[in-house]
Nanobody
Framework: QVQLVESGGGLAQAGGSLRLSCAAS????????MGWFRQAPGKEREFVAA?????????YYADSVKGRFTISRDNAKMSVYLQMNSLKPEDTAVYYC?????????????????WGQGTQVTVSS
């Protein structure tokens, strides 16, 4: 099994940037599809971004963050990252890192086997 721990959340102004990190434990990290989800108060948890298992593989983004956020992974460091640029107040949410061992349905919550504790991102106008 794998444990995931997010970090890097905090306060930012609109137009600013934050970089989220997700550190994984376990020896099978490279076999996991990794994704980022977020949940704002009173709203459903939603897909943000995902990256395929192979180094240099495909990336996927929600329309709301396309062109602003970049997901990456470093299997040697057992980490996945989310670079968030041009932040908007509507990006305010708790961001969760998730790992998917068996499924390829990258945008579905039910597909992911492991979840981090979440890190708060707050964007002020």
């Amino acid at each position: 099994q794998v444990q995931l721990v997010e970090s890097g959340g905090g306060l930012a102004q609109a137009g600013g940037s934050l970089r989220l990190s997700c550190a994984a434990s376990g020896r099978t990290f490279s076999t996991y599809l990794m994704g980022w989800f977020r949940q704002a108060p009173g709203k459903e948890r939603e897909f943000v971004a995902a990256i395929s298992r192979r180094s240099g593989g495909s990336t996927y983004y929600a329309d709301s963050v396309k062109g602003r956020f970049t997901i990456s992974r470093d299997n040697a460091k057992m980490s996945v990252y989310l670079q968030m640029n041009s932040l908007k107040p509507e990006d305010t949410a708790v961001y969760y890192c998730a790992g998917d061992r068996y499924s390829n349905n990258y945008d579905r919550i039910s597909s992911y086997d492991y979840w981090g504790q979440g890190t708060q991102v707050t964007v002020s106008s």
